[in-house]
């Protein structure tokens, strides 16, 4: 399957929610400063006219971005207020990526990528769940968010270049991306993932649309509290995949004995997803 300009899709969709509203889509960038960041972070506000409502964001870049001209692969990454820092974290803990990734580019384990932490709002539980509002976060995402990151910074245009990530409901709407919104999104992590609980399930979903056979899929559940819950929801998806045909090289899943449902465990789960969507060496 030939993967499409990713530019081009973007900027189609942008065109398709053209507004007379003069507002930018991202304002201005400002070095956001926190003492637990390692590295550059600038924050904006994403306006977006398809949600109507206003979040921040965080994009991080790598510490050789101002040296050179190169683009970079883009790493979208929900409930993005606690990836980077604690200060958006009910637990008052944090994913550490900024860290984690800092290391491994430094130890040539990956490649240099950009990071873009997507806070949620109040509407989350809605906006990362596909049955209810989670087709049209993804709209604002692709339509709008992501066609203002291409403008204003130095990202691969390429699809197979882009990666989506989350834990429990952002598992959830990360595996609807690489799903379903699979030519702009090729790669999806799902930490934790809430893919049947209460009264929705995903899994059924996922035979609406065809399987994709350029996704590479990362999921992972620990054993302890509301994982231990979660996990039939994994075991049904994961029986779904290999019964339909889903490349067993495009797939990475693991139980982490141990694990909660906690950024404690995700900080440490996310190093091996990372080390696998983005190898050093990859064409």
Not at 197 to 221: G, W
Request: hydrophobic share 35%; net charge negative; proline share 4%.
């Amino acid at each position: 399957m030939y993967y499409s300009n990713l530019l081009l899709i973007l900027s189609l969709l942008s065109m398709l929610n053209t507004s007379c509203s003069n507002r930018p889509v991202l304002s201005e960038p400002s070095i956001y400063e926190n003492e637990q960041i390692t590295g550059t972070v600038f924050n904006h506000i994403f306006y977006s006219k398809i949600l109507n409502d206003s979040r921040e964001i965080f994009v991080w870049v790598p510490n050789d971005y101002n040296s050179n001209k190169k683009n970079y692969p883009l790493l979208v990454l929900h409930d993005g207020q606690n990836v980077f820092h604690a200060g958006g974290s009910v637990s008052g803990n944090e994913w550490h990526i900024d860290e984690s990734v800092t290391k491994m580019i430094n130890s040539n384990e990956i490649e240099p990528l950009i990071m873009v932490g997507v806070s949620n709002t109040k509407n989350r539980s809605l906006e990362y769940n596909p049955m209810l509002g989670g087709r049209r976060y993804g709209e604002a995402l692709t339509q709008e968010l992501l066609p203002a990151i291409l403008k204003q910074y130095r990202v691969s245009n390429s699809s197979n270049k882009t990666g989506t990530m989350g834990a429990s409901m952002g598992g959830l709407i990360s595996l609807y991306l690489g799903w379903e919104v699979n030519s702009i999104f090729s790669m999806a992590a799902c930490l934790s993932p809430a893919l049947m609980y209460r009264n929705f399930d995903y899994v059924n979903e996922l035979e609406k649309s065809k399987t994709p056979q350029n996704l590479k899929l990362a999921i992972v559940n620990g054993t302890e509290d509301l994982d231990a819950a979660l996990q039939n929801g994994v075991n049904e998806c994961i029986a779904y995949l290999k019964g339909n045909n889903f490349p067993n090289n495009n797939l990475l899943y693991w139980i982490g004995e141990g694990d909660s449902h906690t950024e404690l465990s995700w900080a440490e789960q996310s190093k091996k997803i990372l080390k696998w969507m983005y190898p050093k060496n990859a064409q």
